[in-house]
């Protein structure tokens, strides 16, 4: 992955015009998306896939003996293998349907920890978590007096490794951690950290939310236990997420919520569970979003992981060189291994007023603490402007960055 | 269209470089702490409340250009107001700030360079922090501290 040649600018080109949104103007202006990190726009076949559900299979999947639940049943399980096969896990019973990276950890967070968890254990995350990856463990401790250990970051926005591993003790009962930070874009090595988990016997959770469309994620080589990400950052339709999970753990787990679908047997005195994985899918699911998170990883294939690996890392590379060139901006996350992400402050600009000077000259980005309060604490600062970048971007998208910043400056020394 | 001037005065960044009353007031007898969830800013605004008549107020905290501006502007508003006055101006400021078809009051003076607030949806909360934590200094009873 790390020798692939970045694309050729007629490649980008043609990348693009799988987007209509990328057609957009703001104020007047080309459309320069660069909020990818809160979410990611979609391809046509994303879009017509979903539409095509609608017009053509709509029926509830698991129930009915009629011609359309059998075909909305089919393409809901033809997406669940497309999701197993996308992260290489062994079996589809291993890939369970949520609303997203939230609810996934959610599901864990009680289903998992909860009934484990007791006075003197711990659960240990890293000070570079998104509030979806502390609040759910934080409950969890709270409920049942169990400890939410902090592995703690360096300045650069790195874990410190063997501060990690000293805080992996007899009463850890799981780790969960970012595979890649939404805040400062640092890469976590996260299959060390499964290495030294397991080495207690400790089960890891991955929080994949921003991982999942820049690093190729192969659950079977991290061996990590849950990994969970949402649709929607990987081109795929909002409302629709996933749960990996090791098909013993999962196996052992009570339902997190109960229903219509994840029962096999119901009398007032007492209900057996469904098989995995609908156990854990109560309810009619979002069948439309499945089908859609679907053909968005048909469509990540059909282009590669590792081209666009290749192309983020070298906008991100030009992004970071300008970046750096311009007087009183700090990049905020500077570690050595990094994707996609380019967070920052500027002197005497904060960075709400950053966004909306950006946003009229049509580049969007966020401003903001990024649902990661801890860690902006952390660096002592309220909140960055933070770009985050796609593989749809393009190098004279970082210009216009650029010259949108150098206006920002402009503006605020008069 | 809306024009990034409209939002970005002269005087709002006079008042963002340099505010007003930007200070902890050791005569306080309300005190109340305001955050902005969305951005993650903070203030606190004190005042000094005699016979129903501000006598003094300041704040401190961190936050972008509009909401330390607002701020600003508002302690200077404000100062040697009755409460009734306070309130007043709350409302006025509120609709200024929200409403596109309100005329804004002249009493609200020097506020009204806020008024290209409203053509910027994502920015209201930043204008309008300071006087929401007004409004609780001044109503919630937990919130008056002691001189003593």
Same mark, same amino acid.
């Given at each position: 992955?790390?020798? #692939?040649?970045?694309?050729?600018?007629?490649?980008?080109?043609?990348?693009?015009?799988?987007?209509?949104?990328?057609?957009?103007?703001?104020?007047?202006?080309?459309?320069? /998306?660069?909020?990818?990190?809160?979410?990611?726009?979609?391809?046509?076949?994303?879009?017509?896939?979903?539409?095509?559900?609608?017009?053509?299979?709509?029926?509830?999947?698991?129930?009915?003996?009629?011609?359309?639940?059998?075909?909305?049943?089919? #393409?809901?399980?033809?997406?669940?293998?497309?999701?197993?096969?996308?992260?290489?896990?062994?079996?589809?019973?291993?890939?369970?349907?949520?609303?997203?990276?939230?609810?996934?950890?959610?599901?864990?967070?009680?289903?998992?920890?909860?009934?484990?968890?007791?006075?003197?254990?711990?659960?240990?995350?890293?000070?570079? #978590?998104?509030?979806?990856?502390?609040?759910?463990?934080?409950?969890?401790?709270?409920?049942?007096?169990?400890?939410?250990?902090?592995?703690?970051?360096?300045?650069?926005?790195?874990?410190?490794?063997?501060?990690?591993?000293?805080?992996? *003790?007899?009463?850890?009962?799981?780790?969960?951690?970012?595979?890649?930070?939404?805040?400062? +874009?640092?890469?976590?090595?996260?299959?060390?950290?499964?290495?030294?988990?397991?080495?207690? +016997?400790?089960?890891?959770?991955?929080?994949?939310?921003?991982?999942?469309?820049?690093?190729?994620?192969?659950?079977?080589?991290?061996?990590?236990?849950?990994?969970?990400?949402? &649709?929607?950052?990987?081109?795929?339709?909002?409302?629709?997420?996933?749960?990996?999970?090791?098909?013993?753990?999962?196996?052992?787990?009570?339902?997190?919520?109960?229903?219509?679908?994840?029962?096999?047997?119901?009398?007032?005195?007492?209900?057996?569970?469904?098989?995995?994985?609908?156990?854990? #899918?109560?309810?009619?699911?979002?069948?439309?979003?499945?089908?859609?998170?679907?053909?968005?990883?048909?469509?990540?294939?059909?282009?590669?992981?590792?081209?666009?690996?290749?192309?983020?890392?070298?906008?991100?590379?030009?992004?970071?060189?300008?970046?750096? &060139?311009?007087?009183?901006?700090?990049?905020?996350?500077?570690?050595?291994?990094?994707?996609?992400?380019?967070?920052?402050?500027?002197?005497?600009?904060?960075?709400?007023?950053? *966004?909306?000077?950006?946003?009229?000259?049509?580049?969007?980005?966020?401003?903001?603490?990024?649902?990661?309060?801890?860690?902006?604490?952390?660096?002592?600062?309220?909140?960055?402007?933070?770009?985050?970048?796609?593989? /749809?971007?393009?190098?004279?998208?970082?210009?216009?960055?650029?010259?949108?910043?150098?206006?920002?400056?402009?503006?605020?020394?008069? | 269209?809306?024009?990034?001037?409209?939002?970005?005065?002269?005087?709002?960044?006079?008042?963002?470089?340099?505010?007003?009353?930007?200070?902890?007031?050791?005569?306080?007898?309300?005190?109340?702490?305001?955050?902005?969830?969305?951005?993650?800013?903070?203030?606190?605004?004190?005042?000094?409340?005699?016979?129903?008549?501000?006598?003094?107020?300041?704040?401190?905290?961190?936050?972008?250009?509009?909401?330390?501006?607002?701020?600003?502007?508002?302690?200077?508003?404000?100062?040697?107001?009755?409460?009734?006055?306070?309130?007043?101006?709350?409302?006025?400021?509120?609709?200024?700030?929200?409403?596109?078809?309100?005329?804004?009051?002249?009493?609200?003076?020097?506020?009204?360079?806020?008024?290209?607030?409203?053509?910027?949806?994502?920015?209201?909360?930043?204008?309008?922090?300071?006087?929401?934590?007004?409004?609780?200094?001044?109503?919630?009873?937990?919130?008056?501290?002691?001189?003593?």
């Amino acid at each position: 992955m790390e020798l #692939e040649m970045p694309p050729a600018a007629s490649e980008i080109a043609r990348w693009r015009d799988d987007f209509p949104l990328l057609r957009e103007k703001v104020y007047g202006k080309p459309l320069v /998306y660069l909020d990818n990190a809160a979410t990611t726009q979609k391809p046509q076949s994303v879009i017509d896939a979903e539409s095509a559900f609608y017009a053509h299979d709509n029926a509830n999947v698991h129930r009915g003996v009629h011609a359309l639940s059998q075909r909305a049943t089919d #393409e809901y399980e033809a997406a669940r293998e497309k999701v197993r096969r996308f992260i290489n896990a062994e079996s589809a019973r291993e890939i369970v349907f949520v609303r997203g990276t939230t609810e996934a950890i959610n599901l864990v967070a009680q289903s998992y920890a909860r009934p484990r968890l007791q006075e003197d254990d711990n659960v240990l995350i890293s000070a570079m #978590e998104h509030h979806s990856n502390i609040v759910p463990w934080q409950m969890a401790c709270a409920q049942s007096g169990a400890e939410l250990r902090v592995a703690p970051v360096n300045d650069a926005g790195e874990l410190d490794l063997d501060l990690f591993a000293k805080l992996i *003790g007899r009463g850890t009962r799981l780790v969960a951690v970012t595979h890649l930070s939404n805040a400062l +874009g640092s890469i976590v090595p996260v299959a060390r950290i499964v290495d030294m988990a397991h080495a207690h +016997g400790v089960p890891v959770l991955l929080d994949g939310a921003q991982a999942i469309a820049h690093l190729g994620v192969d659950v079977r080589a991290l061996d990590c236990d849950f990994y969970a990400f949402s &649709g929607h950052k990987i081109f795929g339709p909002t409302g629709i997420g996933v749960l990996y999970g090791k098909a013993a753990l999962l196996d052992a787990m009570p339902p997190y919520q109960v229903g219509g679908d994840m029962i096999s047997s119901v009398t007032f005195g007492k209900t057996e569970y469904n098989e995995l994985p609908y156990k854990f #899918e109560a309810g009619t699911p979002n069948i439309a979003g499945a089908i859609g998170l679907g053909a968005a990883l048909d469509y990540v294939s059909s282009i590669g992981i590792a081209a666009i690996a290749a192309h983020e890392r070298d906008l991100l590379d030009y992004a970071t060189r300008m970046a750096q &060139g311009i007087a009183g901006l700090k990049i905020i996350g500077t570690a050595r291994h990094k994707a996609s992400i380019l967070s920052f402050t500027m002197d005497g600009v904060h960075p709400h007023d950053i *966004g909306t000077i950006l946003d009229h000259e049509g580049v969007a980005i966020r401003a903001g603490h990024h649902c990661a309060m801890p860690l902006m604490q952390r660096f002592g600062i309220a909140g960055t402007a933070r770009a985050s970048f796609s593989f /749809y971007n393009t190098h004279a998208e970082v210009d216009a960055l650029m010259a949108a910043l150098t206006k920002v400056k402009e503006m605020f020394q008069r | 269209m809306n024009d990034l001037r409209d939002l970005y005065q002269e005087v709002i960044f006079d008042h963002y470089k340099k505010p007003h009353n930007f200070h902890a007031l050791a005569e306080a007898n309300h005190i109340a702490h305001g955050h902005n969830r969305l951005c993650g800013d903070r203030i606190t605004v004190y005042l000094q409340v005699e016979d129903d008549v501000i006598r003094d107020v300041s704040f401190e905290g961190e936050g972008c250009a509009i909401s330390t501006a607002s701020a600003s502007l508002m302690t200077d508003a404000l100062k040697g107001k009755r409460l009734d006055e306070a309130q007043h101006l709350f409302d006025e400021f509120h609709g200024m700030v929200t409403h596109e078809d309100v005329e804004p009051d002249p009493a609200l003076g020097k506020l009204e360079v806020l008024a290209g607030v409203r053509e910027f949806p994502a920015r209201v909360k930043c204008a309008t922090l300071a006087w929401h934590t007004l409004q609780a200094a001044l109503k919630d009873r937990a919130a008056i501290v002691s001189t003593e």
